[in-house]
């Protein structure tokens, strides 16, 4: 996909300007502008893909460990004990991502 570079800059007035947002049905008015003058679909580039739900509960808690794992190592009250913990809660997050990597791939198949 090309960048955009190019600049285009107009004036309008108050009234000509809440006409331009009354008629547009996105958020952001360059985009429905690109789409209405050149008459043509524009791909977004940020479009969020539709996901599991069960996919997202199984990241929101990983999620979750993962900030528990950043307050003990903020808090610097390490004991020997807490570092084995906390290697260990790391590591096993990295399995739960490679799982949930290699079942993408299968269903991607």
Do not use: F
Request: proline share 6%; charged share 30%; glycine share 2%.
């Amino acid at each position: 996909m090309d960048k955009r570079e190019k600049i285009i800059k107009i004036r309008a007035t108050d009234d000509e300007y809440s006409a331009l947002m009354e008629r547009s049905p996105k958020p952001r008015l360059a985009e429905w502008m690109r789409e209405y003058c050149l008459g043509a679909k524009v791909p977004r580039a940020n479009k969020v893909p539709n996901v599991d739900p069960a996919l997202l509960r199984q990241l929101s808690g990983m999620g979750n460990n993962l900030n528990q794992i950043a307050r003990a190592i903020h808090s610097q009250d390490w004991k020997p004990v807490d570092r084995v913990q906390i290697i260990a809660a790391l590591s096993s997050l990295q399995r739960e991502l490679n799982l949930m990597r290699l079942e993408n791939a299968k269903d991607d198949s």
